[in-house]
Structure formats: C-alpha cells, structure tokens
C-alpha cells in the first residue's frame, strides 16, 4: 500500500506570504503511459468537509483562486498559496488515487502568524 | 448542482451493524463512482471504500475489508456503506463523495464533491 506523508504538520504565515506544503508518496504515483501523476489537494476548514482545490498534481479545479498551485511528480509534491489569505485557514491534505486502497496524507495545519 | 446528503449515523454498541445511505442529486448518478471516507474525531482524513458506476467494481480499505459493504441502487439515485463487526476504532465523520470518473476499468479518481457527513458512534 502506499502511504502519504505531508509536512510540516503545522505551519504560520503572515497575511500575503507565501505558504508552502509538501507531500511524499512511498512510491511513485506517475503512471507512465499517460504521463500523469495521481495526486490530489484538499482543503478543510473547521466543520466543513473537505473540499476538492487540485487534481492531476497541478490541475486547479474549477473557481480556485490562482493563488493555489501544485507542483511535483513521481513521489514528491508541493501545494503553494503564493500570498495567504485569512480564508486559507484550514487543513491541508494531499491524497494518492494511484492505486487501491486510496491514501490521504495526515494533514497540514495552516495558521496566520 | 450537485448535493450529497449522507443519513444513518447515529451511536451502535460494539460487534453491532449500521447501514449509511448517500442520497445524491444534481447530476447523473448511475455514470460515476462513489467513494466513503471517514474521519475519527480530531483526526485527518480515511479513505474507506469505492465502487464503479454499476456496482461491479469495489475496492475497501485494509481496515474494514470484510467487515464493512459499498454498495448503490442507481434507481433510487442512492450510495450505501452496510458496516458490521462495528469496533470502538470506527467511531468516525463519515463522508460520501463523487468520484469524475465512472470507474469502468477499476482505477479511480480523486473526490470532486463531497457530503456534509454523519457521525457514527462506536460506543457500550
């Protein structure tokens, strides 16, 4: 099975810095024949469900703010806020759909500083 | 638009069983796959189960294969989760959500909606 892990667990930015948020996959989730890595980003604020930002690694959904952006391939990713808002407090979660059984990251804990 | 409205939580001792229902409206349900993902209190997030379009791909999680059953009725536009053997562990938020893709060839995708959740309670 593969598993995810995200780091930092937790993470403080100043309004309109930059927010980074890394994630690991224990083996590559880039499927070879069509290129594309099986990578998604969630965002989950306190007594909401998540809620769908990225897919394919850096496909931004439909009515994100630009502000979100995901990068990286194989089995190392990067979800970047490139200037925090004080609606990006939240939680963070990556998820490989690679493979059964599906797996989520634990989970990044986004603040204002 | 799309809604997902998830029913059937509620507290059951242990070793008993619980069935959650999904009711979903807004889009075509019978042409995509439908996952179940839970979150125990305070904790992140579990994928748990999904099933194709029609019903003939299912994929569970380790920790509730065998005990835990996806299953849909497309003519009632409904997703199920029969749950039994319940343990004090899966006291859980537990989520429907629509996968993008069918699911026809058994490989899923990632979850494009998501269900306001309910709660299940494991507990004597």
């Known amino acids: 099975d593969i598993v995810m892990t995200q780091s930092p667990d937790s993470l403080a930015v100043s309004l309109g810095e930059r927010a980074t948020i890394n994630c690991k996959s224990s083996q590559s989730v880039l499927y070879s024949s069509n290129n594309k890595n099986y990578l998604a980003w969630y965002q989950q604020k306190p007594g909401q469900p998540p809620k769908l930002l990225i897919y394919?690694?850096?496909i931004r959904e439909s009515g994100v703010p630009d502000r979100f952006s995901g990068s990286g391939s194989g089995t190392d990713f990067t979800l970047t806020i490139s200037s925090l808002q004080a609606e990006d407090v939240a939680v963070y979660y990556c998820?490989?759909?690679?493979?059964?059984?599906?797996?989520f990251g634990q989970g990044t804990k986004l603040e204002i500083k | 638009q799309v809604q997902l409205v998830e029913s059937g939580g509620g507290v059951v001792q242990p070793g008993r069983s619980l069935r959650l229902s999904c009711a979903a409206s807004?889009?075509?349900?019978?042409?995509?796959?439908m996952h179940w993902v839970r979150q125990a209190p305070g904790k992140g997030l579990e994928w748990v189960a999904v099933?194709?379009?029609?019903?003939?791909?299912?994929f569970y999680a380790d920790s509730v294969k065998g005990r835990f059953t996806i299953s849909r009725d497309n003519s009632k536009n409904t997703l199920y989760l029969q749950m039994s053997s319940l343990r004090a562990e899966d006291t859980a938020v537990y989520y429907c959500g629509k996968d993008p893709t069918a699911i026809s060839t058994g490989s899923s995708g990632w979850l494009d909606h998501w269900g306001q959740g309910t709660l299940v309670t494991v507990s004597s």
């Open positions: 807004g889009f075509t349900f019978s042409s995509y796959g």
């Open positions: 099933i194709s379009y029609d019903g003939s791909n299912k």
């Open positions: 394919w690694a850096s």
């Open positions: 998820q490989q759909y690679y493979s059964h059984p599906q797996a």
